[in-house]
């Protein structure tokens, strides 16, 4: 199987993002998931774990938008469903 570059780009940018979330690193980690972004910016997955790592950081309307973006691209995802819900009942609290 051939990988091209900027998959490779995109894999390696998303796993150091994972492994700054990992080591509770939030900051970081959303700056390596956007990193991640700029290669394949239509990544659902990628912006689901933006907007988790933001709400970390106390930045709950900057995670709306990237909740919002992950459930447009990924309508079916219950994760991405459930934790956009979950960050809207916190903005109305």
């Not at 051939?2 to 509770?24: D, G, P, S, T």
């Not at 709306?64 to 960050?87: E, F, H, M, Q």
């Amino acid at each position: 199987m051939v990988i091209c570059h900027h998959e490779k780009l995109f894999n390696a940018r998303y796993n150091l993002a994972e492994l700054a979330a990992m080591q509770n690193q939030p900051q970081k980690a959303v700056k390596l998931y956007k990193a991640a972004l700029e290669v394949y910016p239509h990544s659902p997955d990628c912006n689901l774990k933006i907007a988790e790592n933001l709400q970390k950081l106390g930045r709950l309307d900057d995670a709306l938008k990237y909740y919002r973006k992950a459930v447009a691209l990924s309508p079916k995802c219950d994760r991405a469903r459930k934790a956009l819900a979950a960050a809207l009942k916190q903005v109305k609290k």
